[in-house]
């Protein structure tokens, strides 16, 4: 046996060549108008549903995820001024939840027309935010809801327009 026995080089990954300007052009450019799209039509199916007392829990949590998505779209700052607008439409979905659960499971509910207003205001300041931002921005933004969402011991679900992706398939 000898000992003189050089040591294994370390494990060092070959070097890629990565597309930088690709990469963040891809990241700066804005969401593409399916995405947007998708995101704001589950959030006004959502409203309609809760506007017509149909709405079922699954309803209720689209668009309560979509305030926390709002929120923390003002958080990093790129769309500013609309706190109060978002809180306001909180403060109702909180008070329509609590509405619905007073039994222990979910029952439809009508809403007020304060709450009515909420949400539609919602619908417009939501649809604006989103315009306003960039895909990493976006991803981001969500993102950080899905943190916050489960570090306050809720449970998180992203949500697809299951219909329009079998449309295309």
Known sequence: MSRNKKPRKAYRP???TTDTLGLALHFAAKPTQQDRA???G???QAIQALRQGVA???DWSVAAGSV????AIERQGI???LHEHIATTDKALQTIYDRAMRTGAWCRTALWFN???ALANFLEIHAFQVDQLGRKEMLAAIDEAH???LAQGHTATLVHNIDAERMAA
Not at 68 to 71: D, N, P, R, S
């Open 68 to 71: 926390t998505v709002a929120q």
């Open 79 to 81: 769309v500013r001024g």
């Open 147 to 149: 943190k916050q969402t």
């Open 38 to 40: 998708e995101v704001l």
């Open 115 to 117: 709450e009515m207003d």
């Open 56 to 58: 079922t829990e699954h």
């Open 42 to 44: 589950l959030l006004r």
């Open 14 to 16: 070959k070097a890629m």
